[in-house]
């Protein structure tokens, strides 16, 4: 392992929570964001990282970060999960699905939504870590491969068949 958290994504900084993870980085949390781009902050930028190659970067590292403000469905964090990373995000995009399910990986973006918040659930999660990697892990299997999408794309076609 490399570090012990990760934050993949680009954009605005305060939409995507850079703000979150710098104010995270001056209570301690080594935070290496990779992004196309790099923030003047106190956190560690990788960029020009090709596609194929994020696996072994999700890999090397133990916990993934994703305190974006907005998101339409939020890819990075499902592959984080599927590479068996525990996340922390707020429940906006598939946020507000994994909430259902794996309840301490969500922060509500209304009410919980500052440093200390995040800190109080990386304690949670890390004191059962083997566990919450496991999850992340089969929610994006359950719900998320190519044999899911296939099974939801059969219902839709069926329904619309019958309609």
């Known amino acids: 392992k ?11 900084f305060y939409n995507k929570g850079f703000d979150l993870l710098e ?9 290496t964001c990779i992004s196309k781009t790099s ?11 090709p596609t194929n190659e994020m696996p072994a970067y999700h890999n ?13 469905l939020g890819l990075a964090p499902l592959e984080a999960m599927a590479c ?6 707020f429940n906006v995009g ?32 890390e004191k059962n870590y083997e566990a919450y990697s496991l ?4 929610f994006v299997e359950e719900y998320y491969s190519l044999d899911s999408f296939k099974v939801h794309l ?6 619309l068949q019958n309609a």
């Open 2 to 12: 490399l570090g012990d958290y990760l934050f993949v994504g680009s954009g605005a």
């Open 23 to 31: 104010a995270l980085s001056f209570k301690g949390k080594q935070i």
């Open 39 to 49: 923030y003047r902050t106190h956190l560690k930028f990788l960029t020009d990282i």
């Open 60 to 72: 090397r590292f133990k916990f993934f970060l994703f305190p974006s403000r907005f998101e339409s």
């Open 84 to 89: 068996g990373l525990p996340i922390l995000m």
């Open 94 to 125: 598939v946020g507000v699905e994994l909430q259902k399910l794996i309840p301490e990986f969500v922060l509500d973006l209304k009410s919980q939504n500052t440093e200390e918040h995040f800190l109080e659930r990386i304690s949670l999660i």
């Open 135 to 138: 999850k992340a892990r089969r």
């Open 154 to 159: 059969k219902k839709i076609l069926k329904e």
